[in-house]
């Protein structure tokens, strides 16, 4: 059936919220796009004039769709070249909203998302309607087509999990900038110890270049390995200047609510580095540097200021 301007502004009215839950449930800006759009389609062809709550009927679908995604994911995930991660998304992305408290902030941080990755389809789902959404459990439960006891039980759930990882510590933006000079400080000083002595004992490191960016396929584990390997790569070198096109202007940032390095090349954006910041120290990096996963930044950053580079590498 054929929308009308009224039908295709309803859709529209609640186009930032869905793409802002896909992209929790995905971990990737562009799938949740792609299960945007497909929400729209749905809708296009739908008979709208009975839909009696718009919002409630675009949010089941639009959940349902990703549910069956991240079930293939898992499936593609498995022959991923190297590690993966989520896809980090630079501060202002309206895909971060909402962020008013700690939970939903939270939410986005790539740590927490990558925590998502173990819990299941039907877990995630919950855990992000109630916990960044504040939906209630009778919501949660038609969405799912589940119970309301089953909705709080599944939340039970990946609460738990979510737990078992680290004690996050929320900084705001100048604390953030002064973790952010500290480390590159001790990075760029051509010595381990500055770097060991910001990092807790079981830090650890995770590069994701999907095998189109080299990337070390296990992770750096151990302050030590991961002082060695920070140091290693803010040396400057022929070879990385080959490899990235040219040398890299370095930015303090802030990605996914998280302090973050950026690094950007004739103004692309080459790699995001999310820096997790605990009462104990540095315990880790999430380095993108997979360029599949960085072009909404680069559109991002080529349409907002972001002043002066702190120095160039490479």
């Not at 502004?9 to 299960?35: M, N, P, Q, T």
């Not at 008013?100 to 740590?111: D, I, N, P």
């Not at 096109?245 to 790699?271: K, L, Q, S």
Request: hydrophobic share 45%; proline share 4%.
């Amino acid at each position: 059936m054929a929308l009308t301007v009224s039908d295709v502004e309803r859709f529209e009215a609640s186009r930032h919220r869905l793409e802002a839950i896909a992209y929790r449930l995905l971990g990737s800006a562009s799938e949740a796009e792609d299960a945007v759009q497909e929400t729209f389609l749905r809708w296009q062809a739908a008979d709208v004039a009975r839909v009696e709550v718009p919002e409630a009927w675009l949010t089941k679908v639009l959940t349902n769709l990703c549910l069956n995604q991240l079930t293939s994911a898992r499936a593609r995930r498995e022959t991923y070249v190297g590690q993966w991660l989520p896809e980090p998304l630079l501060a202002g992305d309206p895909m971060l909203d909402p962020a008013e408290t700690a939970e939903q902030r939270e939410s986005v941080s790539l740590a927490v998302l990558a925590l998502l990755e173990r819990l299941s389809p039907a877990e995630r789902a919950v855990y992000v309607l109630r916990e960044a959404f504040a939906y209630a459990h009778r919501e949660i439960a038609a969405i799912l087509d589940i119970t309301e006891d089953a909705s709080q039980q599944t939340l039970h759930r990946a609460r738990k999990h979510v737990a078992q990882g680290r004690a996050r510590t929320e900084v705001d933006g100048a604390e953030a900038r002064r973790i952010i000079d500290e480390f590159l400080a001790a990075a760029t000083s051509g010595r381990t110890e500055p770097l060991v002595r910001l990092l807790t004992e079981d830090a650890v490191s995770i590069g994701d270049g999907g095998g189109k960016v080299p990337a070390r396929a296990k992770a750096f584990e151990g302050a030590r390995a991961v002082a060695t390997f920070m140091r290693g790569l803010f040396k400057p070198g022929k070879a990385k200047r080959e490899l990235t096109g040219g040398p890299a202007e370095i930015y303090a940032v802030t990605a996914n609510g998280d302090p973050a390095v950026v690094a950007v090349v004739h103004g692309r954006v080459i790699g995001i580095m999310c820096l997790e910041v605990t009462p104990e120290g540095l315990a880790g990096f999430r380095n993108q540097v997979n360029p599949d996963k960085l072009e909404r930044a680069t559109r991002r950053w080529a349409a907002t200021d972001h002043g002066e580079p702190l120095f160039q590498v490479f």
